[in-house]
């Protein structure tokens, strides 16, 4: 077959019923798109006059009315831009997708301004049509000798041009609508769906009902407009009161003047503010201005914590506010709201392509002409520059954050319990926000000061270098058994003098990493927290349900670190230093008697000399097995086999303690089985609650071993 070349044919017949039916998934839209082409063509004709090529009228008010009528099912728009000619009308409204807005900014791209143009894509207008049976245009152009023109359409590919009957210049757009849609030509549902599109667009719009009574407001006559209608004069007389004079004398006081006052046409208001908050200078705004904004736009009436200010115009412009609310602390329950706008124009909340999805927990409003929208201008293009305004506000928000812990720490101190799991949660999401944020992460610690990562290490150091300070001052004091020396050098070194392993090096001695123990509650983990502090060590507290996945990132970025709950092990600072050949019968005996009585699989038997000799055990869980059990719960999988992944448990056994000593020495005991689960539930309750069964077992050998005694 010879090659052939064409071009591809598209029937406007079939393409029509898709853009009305499909191209816009709300149908309310309309009236965004119809209001933003009237704010178009009211830029396009002030620019016009600024660069000579039109003059405004002197008393040129730009404006968007929005005329709403129930009885004749129709709604009205009428802006007072530039206005079209008939031939304007076939060209950018008869063809389909050929936008106006880009042939202006074509004929004039030698002469730009400031000013924004909105449309781009020259299909909005047809949004119309989802809602309408028939739309009809009346326009009348600013150019010199144009004639009015009137044009109608029933939403079909059919439409007429007539001659018009407008007077002035600008376009008026009526909607006829079908009997579906005539909630839209309810006063109080447009109001609702202009408030929710166009409350920031730069063009005041005003809304009215056709054929409603005329509304009337006074005010004083020193306040009256060139442009208000005045219905009535009203002299007020001035207002006098008897009062008592300094001499105890009553006399006849003015406490008014005498003054006019005009009842007017009311004014109308208009439903949008054109100058934005986030489009005005940082400096130029106080602290009243942004929380007056943020109750406005979000309806929210618990102050928010602080907030940032973007405004940026290379590479590329944004300009917006974010606001820091005050959040629970349970994560699931954190809702936030992003709006993000573009030229002013409503676009969505919380589009994930822009906002990264850690910022969605905050409220704020962001503004970027440059986004790069679908044709329908409700959702993004996903391209690489989208890409980069994201990691743009990302950085924005990590230097905020950076910059309020290293001048102003006592308010990031004051702030951190409400915006930690936000900043958690992006270190999760985000890899370079994480490393950002690495050093200037608080904790919390026992005694509730806030301490920085580095900070803390810092700390700790120097809690160690107390402690061995002490430990030496009192080693000092003690005599020096001769005998004892020789044997402890001959332990860890060979016939040599070479050192060599005995293998018995605490992890932490084997695990170069620096610990930082963590409490998970305060209460249930009381007893370990008490342990500490007689020792004088530290734990921070990570006590929100997003921690476990939080510590396990910052020991992947941080790998010299570890974090271990205070209940994962006994440190040796807790325990007297001893010879574990000492203990050695003590723990064979009690592991042997244990085991037997408790019949727990997954439990390791340890004896040790504590140094706080009141407590007879206690119970520690591997770090690691109780971080997966932990995750399991976050993510729900508890319909798993809860053994598959349970946290080793080890009962250390107080060998100071009189108890413990009790059952040693009567290992064979008919009660000894018993003492053995009692104190076993004892050191289970120091760290969490007993179930229900082990609980009701624990109620009836604690009322056993009382009957043993009252005998």
């Not at 009236?31 to 600024?50: Q, V």
């Not at 979000?298 to 917006?320: A, Q, R, V």
């Not at 060590?537 to 396990?552: K, R, Y």
């Not at 080793?648 to 000894?672: C, G, M």
Request: glycine content about 4%.
């Amino acid at each position: 077959m010879a090659n052939k070349q064409g071009s591809l044919s598209i029937d406007s017949e079939n393409l029509f019923p898709i853009i009305k039916k499909w191209l816009y998934s709300d149908h309310d839209i309309f009236y965004r798109e119809l209001i933003s082409n009237g704010c178009d063509a009211i830029t396009k004709l002030k620019k016009l006059d600024m660069i000579g090529e039109y003059t405004l009228p002197s008393d040129f008010k730009p404006q968007i009315q929005v005329i709403v009528s129930p009885e004749d099912k129709t709604l009205t728009f009428i802006d007072n831009g530039l206005g079209m000619t008939a031939d304007e009308i076939e060209e950018y409204i008869c063809q389909i997708a050929f936008s106006g807005a880009t042939d202006f900014i074509e004929k004039y791209k030698d002469k730009s301004t400031d000013d924004q143009i909105i449309g781009h894509f020259g299909l909005g207008f047809y949004s119309a049509f989802m809602v309408a049976d028939e739309v009809c245009i009346d326009s009348l152009s600013y150019q010199e000798g144009a004639a009015p023109v009137h044009w109608s359409c029933d939403g079909g590919t059919e439409y007429e041009i007539t001659d018009g009957t407008k007077k002035t210049v600008g376009t008026e757009i009526t909607l006829h609508l079908n009997e579906d849609c005539l909630e839209f030509a309810n006063e109080y549902r447009a109001r609702e769906v202009i408030e929710k599109y166009c409350s920031f667009m730069p063009t005041p719009i005003f809304l009215s009902k056709a054929n409603a009574e005329t509304q009337y407001e006074t005010i004083d006559a020193a306040d009256k407009l060139d442009t208000d209608t005045v219905v009535e004069t009203i002299h007020e007389e001035a207002k006098t009161e008897e009062k008592e004079n300094e001499n105890g004398e009553k006399e006849i006081v003015e406490v008014s003047p005498a003054k006019d006052k005009l009842k007017i046409v009311k004014r109308p208001v208009p439903l949008n503010d054109v100058n934005p908050l986030w489009n005005k200078n940082p400096n130029d705004c106080t602290d009243e201005d942004y929380k007056a904004f943020y109750r406005k736009v979000f309806l929210d009436y618990k102050e928010p914590l602080f907030w940032i200010h973007l405004n940026m115009d290379y590479p590329f412009n944004l300009k917006g506010i974010l606001y820091f609310p005050k959040i629970n602390t349970e994560y699931d329950s954190i809702e936030g709201t992003i709006k993000l706008y573009n030229n002013q124009v409503f676009i969505a909340d919380n589009i994930k392509e822009v906002i990264p999805e850690f910022l969605m927990l905050l409220k704020g409003v962001i503004d970027c002409p440059d986004l790069p929208l679908n044709v329908s201008r409700s959702a993004l293009q996903n391209d690489g520059f989208v890409k980069k305004i994201s990691e743009y506000i990302t950085k924005k928000v990590a230097d905020k954050l950076i910059g309020m812990c290293k001048t102003e720490k006592e308010n990031y101190e004051k702030y951190w319990d409400d915006i930690s799991p936000f900043i958690k949660f992006g270190c999760l999401k985000d890899t370079k926000f994480c490393d950002k944020m690495n050093d200037y992460i608080l904790f919390k610690n026992l005694e509730d000061a806030y301490l920085t990562l580095p900070e803390l290490l810092i700390k700790e150091e120097k809690d160690k270098e107390d402690a061995k300070s002490t430990d030496t001052a009192d080693a000092n004091e003690a005599s020096a058994d001769s005998v004892d020396t020789d044997k402890v050098e001959a332990e860890v070194v060979d016939e040599n003098g070479n050192p060599i392993d005995d293998g018995d090096d605490s992890a932490e001695e084997k695990d170069a990493r620096k610990i930082i123990y963590y409490v998970t509650d305060r209460n249930q983990q009381g007893q370990y927290i008490k342990l500490f502090k007689e020792q004088n060590m530290q734990a921070v507290i990570l006590d929100h349900n997003i921690d476990t996945s939080f510590i396990s990132q910052l020991e992947q970025r941080n790998e010299q670190y570890k974090f271990m709950r205070i209940d994962a092990d006994l440190t040796e600072s807790l325990k007297d230093e001893t010879d574990d050949a000492d203990l050695k019968d003590e723990t064979d005996t009690l592991t042997e008697v244990f085991k037997k009585a408790l019949n727990i699989e997954k439990l390791t038997v340890k004896v040790e000399k504590l140094k706080n000799e009141n407590i007879s055990s206690i119970i520690t869980l591997s770090e690691e097995g109780r971080r997966m059990q932990d995750m399991m719960r976050m993510y729900s999988m508890g319909g798993m086999d809860a053994n598959m992944f349970a946290a080793d448990q080890t009962l250390t056994l107080n060998a100071n303690h009189p108890l413990v000593k009790y059952i040693f020495e009567h290992k064979d005991s008919e009660h000894t089985p018993m003492f053995c689960e009692q104190l076993y539930d004892l050191a289970v309750l120091s760290n969490q609650p007993l179930s229900v069964d082990a609980m009701t077992k624990f109620v009836e050998r604690s009322n056993q071993i009382m009957l043993l005694l009252a005998k």
